[in-house]
C-alpha cells in the first residue's frame, strides 16, 4: 500500500482497509507508523470507532493513559462512542486513578 502514489492510494483505499493496514502495521512491531496513520485518519474526519478504540488502546500501551482518553473523547465527539469505546474509556480512567468515574461508566451501561 506505501507503494501506491498518494492520490491514487486515497482513491482506491477506504477507512476500513486503512484500519486493517494500520492493524497490520502494529502486528509487524510498526505501532509508531500505525499511529501516525490513525491519527491522520482521525485529524481528517475519515475514522470510525474501531480506529479511535485502536488509538487510544496505543497511547495506553505506550503509557499515555491521558492522550487515550483525549482520542476517546474526540470519538464521542465525533458520533463514534460505542460500547468497545465506552469500555476502554472506563479502563483508561481506571489506569489513571479515576475508579469512581469508572465504575459508575460501567456501571450505565
Not at 509487524?28 to 496513520?37: D, F, I, N, R, W
Request: glycine fraction near 8%.
Amino acid at each position: 500500500m506505501d507503494s501506491l502514489d498518494e492520490a491514487v492510494r486515497e482513491k482506491a483505499v477506504d477507512v476500513h482497509v486503512h484500519d486493517i493496514y494500520s492493524r497490520c502495521l502494529d502486528w509487524l512491531g510498526k505501532g509508531e507508523q500505525a499511529s501516525v496513520k490513525r491519527q491522520k485518519m482521525i485529524r481528517e474526519g475519515h475514522a470510525t470507532a474501531p480506529i479511535y478504540n485502536d488509538e487510544a488502546l496505543y497511547l495506553h500501551n505506550t503509557g499515555d493513559s491521558a492522550g487515550g482518553l483525549q482520542v476517546l473523547a474526540q470519538a464521542e465527539q465525533a458520533g463514534c462512542a460505542n460500547e468497545h469505546i465506552l469500555a476502554l474509556k472506563a479502563k483508561l480512567l481506571q489506569a489513571l486513578g479515576h475508579g469512581e468515574e469508572a465504575s459508575s461508566l460501567r456501571l450505565q451501561r
